[in-house]
């Protein structure tokens, strides 16, 4: 679907670009003689506030294959799909509260030199290599295909649109590493919020404000709880799995993470945790809500909606004046550049700490920054190389590519979230619970693939809800990790003492508005659940 643009458009466009290369530059890791460069590189110093840290969460976890999925739940089913979103402000407190004392105790540069601190160094690779992996042929890829599709709805070829996405990211990434990245985050969550917010007043402008929509829309579109057997979004599945989902990305993935080990302190690391699950509210009205504002105007013949993922894309064309249209398309550029940026750094720091470091342990600060500038530039290349393939596994096949992250993430929740709370844990647990893990996870994958030849037993495992079958297999590999243990030697008390509870861990220092913005952040969430659901707005 294509957006004419105006001039005015292209301007606001460029300006964008302008002002981010701008930022990167401003803020780009300083050369040093005496050390410290390459943390200032993949960890900002050590030394960001709470407002960079927890925009820079929320920008890394919008991507604009984020902005488009999001409108087109909610044209094809309204607001469950914001169950995610919602959530995720649960998860970041537990972010705050339990994983980032430890994170930073430790003084860890990536989550799997904790998993190493924590159990041992092939529970490290492990999470190194499926990390590095999983980013390659689905972050960078998702991102990559996504930033292509925005530019061809601009009018631009696919290939030059790809390209420009990769290039330009790559760029900034690669001159100021973090920094940038968490510096021109945090513009770009104006820019993508202040889109947002003008395509969902126009939209609703358009159609008559927001109880025409209500009036035209079943009420199950409002309603967050859907039943069991729902195929999509069963509550039971929304409870029980959406949570370890979201403890392995939140809480254990490089990608996320590394922000929060950017903080000064642990208090801003945890105000930043805080903010980022105050933004985590915005999705549900500004991402999703256009969705069924494209609904209800296609409906009224007001637009043509030829399928649920053009929503966003329709209202942009459909409702926006010229100059706002530039300002929104910013918008999706800042949500695909804001996600690529995290990546690309995130996994240069994992190529460089967990397998140039982990070889050549001596190697200077300088070498490391150097190591971690040519992984990104080898990034970008093998970006640049998946894009004659996007067109080709942008259907089923990319998605049964990307839902392998959903099978293989719970081992990895349980082997963190537990080892955090039981010391008794130890190495052959964990990697007997990661093994187990991918072996299920993966078999799951293959069946779902071959579901059609199925059936009986292997064809209901099949067809489960990924988030009730990512609830099961956590549980499967929590067992395994706790009865693995239990029947091996005990780890040593003094090795982890730094990354998991005892009875010597010292009191995390907490003061009164972190307690109360988390309370209040909770009671928000219990108000948004209770407001839109049959009790509310959703009967």
């Known amino acids: 679907m294509s957006i004419t643009l105006e001039s005015i458009d292209y301007i606001i466009i460029a300006t964008y670009f302008v002002i981010v290369f701008g930022i990167a530059w401003a803020v780009k890791t300083p050369k040093s003689d005496n050390g410290g460069q390459s943390e200032d590189y993949f960890l900002a110093g050590r030394n960001l506030g709470w407002f960079a840290i927890g925009a820079s969460l929320f920008a890394s976890n919008i991507g604009s294959e984020h902005l488009i999925g999001l ?11 914001a169950q995610f979103e919602i959530l995720a402000g649960f998860i970041l407190l537990i972010l705050g509260w339990v994983f980032v004392p430890f994170y930073l105790q430790s003084g860890v540069t990536t989550m799997p030199e904790f998993l190493e601190m924590r159990y041992s160094r092939a529970a490290r690779n492990y999470l190194s290599f499926i990390s590095v992996v ?34 330009s990211t790559g760029i900034y990434t690669a001159m100021g590493g973090l920094r940038a990245v968490i510096y021109t985050d945090t513009m770009q969550v104006f820019v993508m919020i202040g889109g947002a917010i003008l395509v969902t007043y126009f939209g609703i402008e358009a159609i008559g404000g ?5 009036e035209q829309l079943s009420p199950e579109f409002y309603n967050l709880w859907k ?3 729902h195929p999509e979004f069963p509550w039971t599945g929304i409870l029980f799995g ?79 004046p010229m100059g706002v249209r530039g300002l929104v398309m910013a918008g999706l550029l800042a949500a695909l550049m804001s996600s690529l940026s995290s990546v690309f750094n995130s996994c240069s720091t994992l190529i460089t700490y967990d397998f140039y470091k982990v070889r050549k342990p001596n190697a200077t600060d300088k070498e490391l920054f150097k190591v971690g500038q040519i992984a990104t530039v080898v990034l970008v290349g093998l970006g640049v190389l998946w894009i004659p393939l996007m067109k080709y596994i942008s259907g089923g096949l990319f ?37 187990t893990g991918f072996v299920l996870g993966v078999g799951r994958l293959i069946l779902e693939i071959n579901k059609e030849s199925l059936s ?6 099949a067809t489960m809800n990924f988030l009730n079958f990512a609830f099961f297999l956590f549980v499967i590999c929590s067992a395994v990790l706790i009865a693995v243990s239990l029947m091996t030697a005990a780890p040593d008390a003094a090795k982890i003492e730094k990354v998991c509870f005892n009875a010597d861990t010292p009191k995390v220092p907490t003061n009164m508005t972190e307690i109360g913005l988390s309370l209040l952040l909770i009671v928000i969430i219990a108000i948004t659940w209770i407001v839109f659901s049959p009790l509310g707005i959703g009967a």
């Not at 409108?71 to 799909?81: R, W």
């Not at 927001?210 to 209500?214: D, K, Q, S, T, V």
């Not at 991402?287 to 105007?297: D, N, Q, S």
């Not at 992250?405 to 039981?422: C, D, E, K, R, T």
């Open 227 to 229: 039943a069991a057997d």
């Open 134 to 167: 999983a980013y390659v042929i689905t972050k960078i890829s998702a991102t990559i295909f996504a930033g292509a599709v925005v530019f061809e709805a601009m009018g631009m070829d696919f290939w030059i649109g790809a390209l420009v996405v990769v290039l």
């Open 242 to 320: 959406a949570p370890i989902l979201g403890i392995w990305y939140w809480c254990t993935d490089q990608f996320i993470v590394q922000r929060v080990l950017s903080a000064k302190n642990l208090s801003q690391a945890r105000k930043g945790t805080l903010f980022a699950g105050y933004l985590k509210m915005l999705p549900m009205f500004l991402f999703v809500v256009p969705g069924m504002v494209a609904l209800v105007l296609a409906q009224n013949n007001q637009l043509t909606l030829e399928r649920p993922d053009h929503a966003l894309p329709a209202l942009i064309g459909s409702v926006l």
């Open 71 to 81: 409108a087109g739940a909610g044209a094809s089913s309204g607001l469950p799909v």
């Open 456 to 461: 009986g037993f292997f064809y209901n495992l």
């Open 399 to 435: 998605t049964y590519v990307q839902s392998i992250q959903a099978y293989i993430s719970p081992p990895i929740a349980a082997v963190f979230l537990l080892g955090l709370l039981f010391k008794r844990l130890n190495t052959q647990g964990a990697l007997a619970s990661l093994g």
């Open 210 to 214: 927001f109880h025409a929509a209500r």
